[in-house]
């Protein structure tokens, strides 16, 4: 079994950096995706971005390519999520989430508000 814990959300104005952390703990298999997603107040939960445990491929939603960047530490099982230049609209709760064929272990969640 997997268990995922975010940490790393918090308050930023906007043109801001964070950068969020997605800590795995038990067996991840090389054939795992890990992704982020993120829900905000009154809206359906979407894809952010994701990364290939293997081979690292990364894959990103419109609304963040070029300001967001996914990478993966192999050794300490963690996917990082590194976000520049923070927009209003990017305020949500940030989702890590990990599976082979579908999404099926999910964290419980960081919060990022993202000041005007």
């Known amino acids: 079994q997997v268990d995922l814990v975010e940490s790393g959300g918090g308050l930023v104005q906007a043109g801001g950096s964070l950068r969020l952390s997605c800590a795995a703990s038990g067996r991840i298999f090389s054939s795992y995706t890990m992704g982020w997603f993120r829900q905000a107040p009154g809206k359906e939960r979407e894809f952010v971005s994701a990364i290939t445990w293997n081979n690292g491929n990364t894959r990103y939603a419109d609304s963040v390519k070029g300001r967001f960047t996914i990478s993966r530490d192999n050794a300490k099982n963690t996917v990082y999520l590194q976000m520049n230049s923070l927009k209003p609209e990017d305020t949500a709760v940030y989702y890590c989430?990990?599976?082979?064929?579908?999404?099926?272990?999910w964290g419980q969640g960081t919060q990022v508000t993202v000041s005007s």
């Open positions: 989430a990990a599976g082979q064929n579908s999404y099926d272990v």
